[in-house]
């Protein structure tokens, strides 16, 4: 939190901002839980970013105490679970992820919850407790639709180890039977909004860089200080009987999401479990202290050093001169947002009178538009074809002036008659991030109205 504020919006928070305006039963690129705790916070802390991450922090914060929860449901001891604790609080996806607001934070928390339930129902639980795992998968379904894989991975789990005859029983499919109940909300939405969460996941299939960056992006998302831990727990866990299919369920949402195509953060939400079996064995393995606190030293000194790819710890002109940016995408993501606006503002204001009597402004992403919507003022309506950004243009849109940010210009030449660059796209640091030098064009003479391209303009990648 003290370095809550330091770089700015990111994109994806001016569009779960823009999202939380707009209330619905889902959106096109993630279901209604998280948009809906952005606009209760912004309802008590309208406008503050601070307190928008917090509720991240928090979420991740509370990954932390039940990482060691799922230790003490190991068997673990207070040392390992103390580690357990330790070691998600110092993984590079953890301290990466929980800074900023976004679904990966609350998917990251159910996930660990299930896992937790998981665990206990392996050890022998009431069989009720499928109807909690339930829940929390219905809750899950209504956060981010990647909680499917950790499913998936549990069926096969059970089903390949002794385990399985967990099936057997009915609780299994009643748990099933309401996470089903929870998400049928967001199932209309989509049923009456042409099943775009399903195109748009079909659009990234894939978007990993490749199967082999896949692997090493789990090398570096799990960190390589902890990577003995996360292979030393796997096999703790397969070792034992009543825990095997635990293990199972860890390699096969690695790769679930490696068949399938997932972005290689993706199966990160099952590190904790990982963590927690892997300093179970640790304690029990290593039992000279001074080894211990040799590893934990190190393991804690890896982090510090990279902590700055983490966490926005350097002040904003010496993270635009560094290279950290283009180690960390989400840093550059959160630059150059008022510059946008304000270059659009003054487009906008050098118009002729007679055009602004008739004008929009078109963004070609979410972040331009959320950055317009939330930073701009005295400004004609903003629109968007992206994403979720689709929908909420208003029905008639006949504007014979418009203000376009983004696209290219042969791309809109086949919207427009006429077509004048205004400006190029800069911010105050010269950082080269996604909206760097693209074109602020001026557009007449449309070849057809605005709501009748409409379709043509959708976005779904």
Known sequence: MAVADRYGWHRDELYYLASSRHPALGYVDYPLITPSLARLDQAVFPGSL??????????????????????????????????????????????????????????????????????????????????LLGLVFGIGLETKYTVIGLGVAILIGLLTTNQRHQLASRWPWLGLALAIVLVLPNLAWQAGHHWDSLAYTVAHRGATDG??????????????????????????????????????????????????????YYPAPIYPLAYAAGCVWFVEAVRRRWIRRVAVAVAVAITLVLLPIGLPILPAKAMADSWVW?????????????????????????LPLADRTSVMILASNYGEAGALDFYGRGLPPVV??????????????????????????????????????????????????????????????????LDQAWPRLKALD
């Open 326 to 350: 283009k180690a960390r995408k989400d840093f550059a993501d959160m630059y150059g947002w008022t510059d946008l606006v304000q270059q659009v503002t003054t487009v906008y204001q050098q």
């Open 50 to 131: 601070p307190a928008l991450r917090l509720l991240t922090v928090l979420a991740g914060a509370t990954i932390i105490v039940i990482a060691a929860l799922i230790a003490r449901e190991l068997g673990g001891d207070r040392l390992a679970q103390a580690l357990a604790a330790l070691a998600v609080l110092i993984s590079p996806m953890f301290v990466g992820a929980n800074f900023l607001f976004q679904t990966v934070s609350f998917d990251q928390l159910v996930w660990a919850v299930a896992c937790l339930l998981l665990i206990r129902l392996l050890r022998g639980a009431h069989p009720r407790e499928w109807l």
């Open 211 to 264: 199967p082999v960056f896949y692997w090493v992006q789990q090398f570096l998302l799990i960190g390589p200080q902890l990577i003995p831990l996360v292979v030393g727990g796997v096999w703790w866990l397969w070792r034992r009987d009543e825990f095997r299919a635990a293990a199972v369920t860890i390699l096969a949402v690695e790769l679930f999401f490696f068949v399938v195509g997932g972005k290689a």
């Open 384 to 449: 968007s074809a992206h994403l979720t950004y689709y929908y909420w243009a208003p029905a008639h849109m006949t504007p014979s002036t418009v203000v376009i940010v983004g696209y290219s210009r042969q791309y809109l030449a086949t919207f427009f008659g006429d077509i004048q660059q205004a400006t190029t796209i800069t911010n105050s640091y010269g950082l080269r991030n996604e909206e760097y030098g693209k074109s602020i064009w001026i557009c007449r003479s449309p070849l057809v109205p």
